[in-house]
């Protein structure tokens, strides 16, 4: 049973930094691709970023790049998200989540079978 754990949300205003964290449990961490997603209240859970397996391959959706930086450390079983210069846009509810098979790049939403509780993100201008 794959158990994810978010935590690093909260509030911030625009231009400042916040970095979630999520840990992982259940399974060997470092074999399976890991992500982060995102839902806004009235809005459908989107992607945010992503990490292969070995942490050499990260993808970003267009909105955040320059801006998050996906990383993870596999001896910690911990996956990071740092987020800079946040817009309000930003605000949303923020999930981990984990490849259900493993040794993939993590590039397809659907290939993502797992999803922690999530963080609340809140950004003010």
């Known amino acids: 049973q794959v158990h994810l754990v978010e935590s690093g949300g909260g509030l911030a205003q625009a231009g400042d930094s916040l970095r979630l964290s999520c840990i992982a449990s259940?399974?060997?961490?470092?074999?399976?691709?890991m992500g982060w997603f995102r839902q806004a209240p009235g809005s459908e859970r989107e992607f945010v970023a992503s990490?292969?397996?070995?942490?050499?391959?990260?993808y970003y959706r267009e909105s955040v790049r320059g801006r998050f930086t996906i990383s993870r450390d596999n001896a910690n079983n911990t996956l990071y998200l740092q987020m800079n210069s946040l817009l309000r846009e930003d605000s949303a509810v923020y999930y981990c989540?984990?490849?259900?098979?493993?040794?993939?790049?993590?590039?397809?939403?659907?290939?993502?079978?797992?999803y922690g509780q999530g963080t609340q993100v809140t950004v003010s201008s």
């Open positions: 989540a984990a490849e259900s098979r493993p040794y993939g790049l993590g590039r397809r939403t659907v290939d993502f079978g797992f």
């Open positions: 259940g399974r060997t961490f470092s074999r399976f691709a």
């Open positions: 990490i292969d397996w070995s942490g050499r391959s990260a």
